[in-house]
């Protein structure tokens, strides 16, 4: 079992910066696929950024591409988005998500990050952008 709690959301201005946690519990020895999704209201749930843990290889949707940045500490198994030049339209319920059987390496490279490579998800966090 893998269980995810997120924080960090919360108000800010756009042009502002926020850090979004993710703490991970569960079997943290194996390699992951993890990843950050969003949704705002009446929009379906769309992957921002993913990361797979052997190799640290990750990536981005085109629309948030050189402003967040997603990582992870191993220490404190906690997984990270690193939010920059935020904009209203990056308002949502942001989700931290995993799969510890998924090996997205490749997918990540190919493909845009996609619901169906994780199998465990977190409660959210909002986040809202004011102009």
């Known amino acids: 079992q893998v269980h995810l709690v997120e924080s960090g959301g919360g108000p800010v201005q756009a042009g502002g910066s926020l850090r979004l946690s993710c703490a991970v519990s569960?079997?943290?020895?194996?390699?992951?696929?993890m990843g950050w999704f969003r949704q705002a209201p009446g929009k379906e749930r769309e992957g921002v950024a993913g990361l797979y843990t052997d190799g640290d290889i990750t990536a981005y949707a085109n629309s948030v591409k050189g402003r967040f940045t997603i990582s992870r500490d191993n220490a404190k198994s906690t997984l990270y988005l690193q939010m920059n030049s935020l904009k209203p339209e990056d308002t949502g319920m942001y989700f931290c998500?995993?799969?510890?059987?998924?090996?997205?390496?490749?997918?990540?490279?190919?493909?845009?990050?996609?619901?169906?490579?994780?199998?465990?998800w977190g409660q959210g966090t909002q986040v809202t952008v004011s102009s």
């Open positions: 998500s995993a799969d510890p059987e998924w090996d997205c390496s490749d997918d990540l490279k190919f493909r845009e990050i996609a619901r169906e490579w994780f199998g465990y």
């Open positions: 569960g079997d943290t020895s194996s390699n992951y696929c």
